[in-house]
């Protein structure tokens, strides 16, 4: 299941990248490609407009109007006029003289004639005065046009065509496309290699969180199974002997509470988790007097701790209000104290402490039972994690309330940590903020 996410997350990665490469590769090549001709037209339209007004250009039209005569699609030199355009030749342009109907005059720089002039840009001429576009001109050659006459739309007297080849805005054009093109995969390849890993890294966490959600269950439906094997087992035992009176099986009946008792918690714990996992057990703000919780949990733990033989001693000094949810406060106090008992040893103490102290609520619970070995402290907070378990189901623990507590405390922005020592005593300290 792991591989084909991973395929699937390098695949959405190359297609997302293919995309973005795609259209930022379109804008750059459109971009300069718009810029190259824009380059092109700017001098075809100058030198076109700075040779028709020119002086010289009026001038050798002055004297050779009368000689100019079409030529057929050659050049004849004594008959085409030599005009000095010296600035049109050094940017590698050329030029075409022509009548009204296109037929050329002059073609000074022997351009060949099998697709110039373009006489559909000569026909506009008769409606517009100038002219640009791209023209082929055979074996994938094009030339950007520009036209132009002197005189009126109605008798033009000459129509001038100067044109721009295009190879080296070809050639720079074909070379950042082959730029871009292998710049783009090469950039899709290593983003799919990269994303490979990337997606392996990616990956970590979640099968970790599988890993522990499949090792909860696992452990959930061990902990189901034992109280219901102990419930039927009891039950099987009274269908055995139907005749006897309720007093002569009250200790199987008294195994089937006590067990019943213990699905109950479990399966509340099981369900607090599960909320909280999903994000839908949210809490219900409101103002805490965590002082009187104090008071109220020691006061219901009182019982407990004198069957247990354990002096429970609260200290409230002053009040403490915050913000929080009662019921779920309430919940940590009775996680922590009924440890502090159940873990204890007889004639021992149990302590709850509540201080404040920078703008915080400093909660401690401290025993002076059996202690943890410092092994254990780094995996108190996981799920079933039980020091004893033995000692821990037969004090009706499920394993699952260091957990709840440590989910309380982080949904209300606090923090919980423990210490230890071994045949002394353990004491959990909670920092809540008070906001
Ligand atoms: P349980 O239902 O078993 O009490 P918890 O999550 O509350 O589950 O506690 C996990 C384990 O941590 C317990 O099984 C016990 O081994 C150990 N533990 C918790 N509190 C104490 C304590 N005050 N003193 C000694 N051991 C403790």
Redesign the pocket.
């Given at each position: 299941m792991f591989n084909r996410i991973r395929w699937q997350l390098v695949g959405w990665n190359v297609l997302v990248l293919s995309v973005i490469l795609f259209l930022l590769g379109s804008g750059v090549y459109l971009l300069f490609r718009y810029s190259l001709y824009r380059g092109v037209d700017e001098t075809l339209v100058l030198r076109g407009e700075r040779l028709i007004r020119g002086e010289a250009f009026r001038e050798l039209l002055r004297l050779t109007g009368t000689t100019l005569r079409p030529v057929p699609n050659q050049i004849t030199p004594s008959v085409a006029p030599v005009i000095p355009l010296s600035p049109v030749e050094a940017e590698g342009l050329f030029y075409l003289l022509l009548d009204s109907q296109g037929r050329v005059l002059a073609n000074p720089q022997s351009v060949a004639l099998d697709y110039l002039p373009d006489l559909n840009a000569v026909a506009v001429m008769s409606v517009t005065r100038a002219d640009l576009r791209t023209v082929n001109v055979g074996s994938g050659n094009k030339v950007r046009l520009y036209t132009t006459r002197l005189g009126d739309a109605a008798r033009p007297i000459v129509i001038l065509q100067v044109g721009h080849p295009l190879a080296p805005q070809e050639t720079a054009l074909r070379g950042l496309l082959i730029l871009l093109v292998s710049g783009g995969l090469t950039g899709v390849f290593l983003s799919a290699v990269g994303g490979f890993f990337l997606a392996e890294r990616a990956l970590v966490p979640i099968r970790n969180a599988f890993r522990r959600q499949h090792e909860f269950v696992a452990d959930a439906s061990h902990e189901l199974r034992t109280p219901l094997t102990l419930i039927r087992a009891n039950t099987e035992m009274l269908t055995r002997h139907p005749e006897l009176p309720v007093a002569a099986n009250l200790d199987c009946l008294n195994d089937v509470l006590r067990e019943t008792d213990h699905l109950n918690r479990l399966v509340n714990d099981l369900l607090t988790l599960a909320r909280a996992d999903a994000g839908a057990d949210v809490l219900e703000w409101e103002q805490v007097a965590l002082d009187q919780l104090c008071q109220e949990a020691s006061r219901q733990f009182a019982p407990l701790a004198a069957a247990h033989n354990v002096t429970l001693e609260v200290n409230t000094p002053s009040p403490c209000v915050l913000r929080g949810d009662p019921g779920r406060l309430r919940q940590l106090l009775l996680?922590?104290l009924?440890?502090?008992i159940?873990?204890?040893r007889p004639g021992g103490q149990a302590t709850l402490s509540l201080r404040v102290e920078r703008g915080q609520a400093i909660l401690t619970?401290s025993?002076t039972?059996?202690?943890?070995a410092p092994e254990?402290l780094p995996h108190?907070?996981e799920r079933f994690?039980?020091?004893?378990?033995a000692?821990?189901?037969e004090?009706?623990?499920?394993?699952?309330?260091?957990?709840?507590?440590h989910w309380i405390v982080t949904a209300h922005r606090g923090r919980i940590q423990?210490s230890?020592v071994p045949d002394q005593?353990?004491i959990?300290t909670i920092f809540l903020p008070i906001q």
């Open positions: 996680i922590l009924d440890n502090a159940k873990y204890n619970v025993d039972g059996m202690g943890i254990h108190l907070f994690y039980r020091v004893d378990k000692r821990s189901r004090m009706g623990g499920v394993g699952l309330g260091l957990s709840i507590a423990v230890s005593g353990s959990f």
